[in-house]
């Protein structure tokens, strides 16, 4: 009967549809988002916010992070903002990340030795908590070891955005994309932007529409140890999209805000680093066991990778979304038109994942990830 099908053309045909109207809800949700994201940066940049004077706790997982560490101490000592401190965590790194955060010279930092890592927690996850219980300021913003803040005031236009809206609203940030590896990087923020319904905000009807960026997200430091978020999803790999659910199912829906002109994030030095970082979440992201992971693998290789080859009018609607949120992102135009590409090198990224993981060949920084 399948064969039947494929031979009368109707499976195409309804390939065919199918991918059109997904392109057709990217489509619709990226330029709301853009619109969302446009106004309120507008609105931040309009506010009439005195300059807070909010205690302020940085805190930074870092483990084996000796090539990025040195990029962001400079930034975060150019900080004009100074009712602030700056928590670096070791995560028992094997390279001289310790040495590096022990010769900072900025009063603000403060280093925090690793312990080991307890049963059932992920290192992330479990390094973020010691910090946050370590933390002594009133908002939280936790920032990953290969961000950069980009100018001396960086810092202090992260707490007005947070100050500017209410007390419960946690913001995670749109930083600026640099560093190689771009052919698959940009594909994670335009899904993000494409996808995400970022523009209905606390309207969201389901928390699996939900996350945040765990690059950098703002947090009160009390509605941070009501609800413990990090505690909640001590054995997630993709801790920041299921915090952004678990918060979003209290009724605290994180908030996306454009901060590319104050903080960068250098994600990977290569295409073969970005394959590496990629490979360890994107089976998470699939879905939790293998079966559905390699069903949900399947649905995106066939809508975005097969289903072009047999109708080439859908490369158009790719790149045309793909351009939409490249400008939101700034990034270079020729991303936009290689997208085709992307896709391809982003499923086969995800399969290797599906299978490393079946195998418990996943790694990450010396670590095996066994979730």
């Known amino acids: 009967m399948l064969t039947g099908l494929i031979d009368s053309g109707l499976f195409f045909t309804v390939l065919f549809y199918s991918a059109i109207t997904v392109q057709a809800i990217m489509l619709i949700t990226a330029l709301l988002n853009a619109r969302t994201i446009r106004r309120d940066r507008l609105s931040a940049a309009n506010s009439s916010a005195p300059c807070p004077s909010a205690a302020v706790s940085v805190l930074i997982p870092a483990r084996n992070e000796s090539n990025n560490l040195p990029r962001l101490l400079a930034s975060l000592k150019r900080q004009r903002y100074q009712n602030a401190e700056f928590l670096i965590y070791d995560d028992l790194s094997t390279d001289n990340t310790w040495e590096i955060i022990s010769a900072a010279t900025d009063s603000r930092v403060k280093s925090i030795r690793g312990s080991d890592l307890p049963e059932g927690w992920v290192g992330k996850v479990h390094a973020c908590h010691r910090l946050a219980e370590s933390a002594s300021g009133d908002i939280m913003i936790f920032l990953d070891a290969d961000t950069e803040f980009l100018h001396d005031y960086a810092l202090q236009c992260l707490v007005v955005a947070h100050q500017h809206r209410k007390n419960d609203t946690v913001l995670t940030a ?83 805000t454009d901060w590319q002109d104050d903080l960068a994030v250098y994600m990977y030095s290569s295409l073969s680093d970005a394959w590496s970082g990629f490979r360890k979440n994107a089976s998470s992201m699939l879905g939790p066991t293998t079966v559905l992971a390699l069903f949900n693998w399947s649905i995106f290789t066939v809508l975005f990778v097969v289903a072009p080859i047999y109708n080439p009018v859908l490369y158009i609607g790719q790149i045309l979304v793909k351009a939409i949120t490249d400008r939101i992102m700034r990034q270079p135009p020729w991303l936009s038109i290689v997208v085709p590409l992307s896709f391809v090198l982003k499923s086969l990224v995800a399969l290797d994942s599906v299978f490393a993981r079946a195998r418990g060949q996943l790694r990450w920084k010396g670590r095996t990830i066994g979730h």
């Open 174 to 256: 749109m930083p600026s994309l640099r560093g190689e590896g771009q052919l698959l990087v940009s594909v994670v923020g335009h899904f993000i932007l494409a996808l995400a319904p970022w523009w209905l905000q606390s309207r969201l009807p389901s928390s699996l529409l939900a996350g945040l960026n765990g690059q950098c997200w703002i947090i009160g430091s009390e509605l941070y140890r009501r609800h413990l978020p990090h505690e909640a999803v001590k054995n997630e790999v993709l801790e920041d999209v299921m915090i952004g659910r678990y918060l979003h199912g209290l009724g605290i829906t994180p908030v996306l």
